[in-house]
């Protein structure tokens, strides 16, 4: 089975490849940002058309919250555009895409989780742009799975910026009024390639661990796996951090496509994270990681 992974010098990116080059009967063809410019239609359908791939899975993203505020039109032209390209190639070709989305295509404002059928709305620019992606997907008859909170042992992560600011710091302040579900990148991995092989109708599917948290006890699960005294974690609102993009109050999503579909959901989100735990701190141990005072997140 061939697969194309692009955007795959991030985060999930890795975690997938070096999963699909360890999985049996799998063959992967990872492109890096610097490899392909997902802008460049003509090199998207020369790259697909020769690999021939059965699964295209689009990690790449414009993935600067704050930053799409006032770069909209750039951010789009990546998170929609592109992927409006890659859908269509790849329906083409008869392969299936696999596009990652967000949390941030809802409003935040709803009580419970979120299902994959409830209305979307963003309240930022970047959400918008995601949204556009997804629609452009689904419109081809692909998958789009969403997923938020990531952390891993290859990028930059709420987790490991709060691991270099336990180390540097007395206290940390985190927003507490922000809910989600922190997902390990090697978890979000396994489903990825799971929906790849299976027969799974097209459509929407949410890719997050279990549970519920907020920032601020995330942050204070971390101190704990740390051996930290989690009371130095100090909670804020999130309006104390003024930023120029609004954050969804509310990002936790339910997963009942995965079940409809005959595959299983993932674990609870601090299971998962005790389980991460040792390839979380491989790359870089203790050292700092990390920047500003107060943290709410992506």
Not at 269 to 278: G, K, T, V
Request: glycine share 12%.
């Amino acid at each position: 089975m061939r697969w194309v992974v692009t955007g795959a010098g991030g985060m999930l990116g890795t975690d997938l490849t070096e999963l699909l080059r360890t999985t049996p009967g799998m063959r992967v063809r990872p492109f890096t940002r610097s490899e392909l410019d997902l802008c460049d239609a003509g090199a998207v359908a020369w790259a697909l058309r020769a690999a021939r791939p059965d699964v295209v899975v689009n990690c790449a993203a414009w993935t600067a919250v704050d930053d799409a505020e006032t770069r909209e039109e750039e951010a789009l032209a990546i998170n929609g555009t592109a992927v409006s390209v890659l859908a269509r190639v790849a329906a083409d070709l008869g392969a299936r895409l696999i596009q990652l989305s967000t949390d941030y295509v809802f409003d935040g404002a709803a009580v419970g989780p979120y299902r994959e059928s409830a209305p979307t709305g963003p309240i930022n620019a970047y959400g918008r742009t995601k949204l556009a992606g997804e629609r452009a997907a689904l419109e081809h008859g692909h998958h789009v799975v969403r997923t938020a909170w990531l952390y891993g042992a290859h990028g930059r992560s709420f987790a490991r910026t709060m691991v270099g600011l336990e180390a540097s710091r007395p206290t940390v302040s985190v927003v507490d009024d922000q809910f989600g579900q922190p997902t390990w990148t090697g978890d979000l991995a396994e489903r990825i390639v799971q929906l790849g092989r299976a027969d799974a109708p097209p459509g929407v599917y949410h890719g997050t661990s279990a549970g519920r948290t907020s920032w601020y006890d995330y942050a204070r699960e971390l101190f704990s796996l740390l051996g930290a005294d989690p009371g130095r974690v100090e909670p804020i609102p999130s309006t104390a951090l003024r930023r120029p993009a609004p954050r969804p109050a509310n990002s936790v999503l339910a997963h009942g496509n995965w079940q409809a579909a005959g595959l299983p959901p993932m674990r609870e989100w601090s299971i998962a994270l005790h389980a991460a735990w040792p390839a979380l701190l491989g790359p870089w141990g203790a050292r700092v990681v990390g920047q500003a005072v107060g943290v709410g997140g992506e």
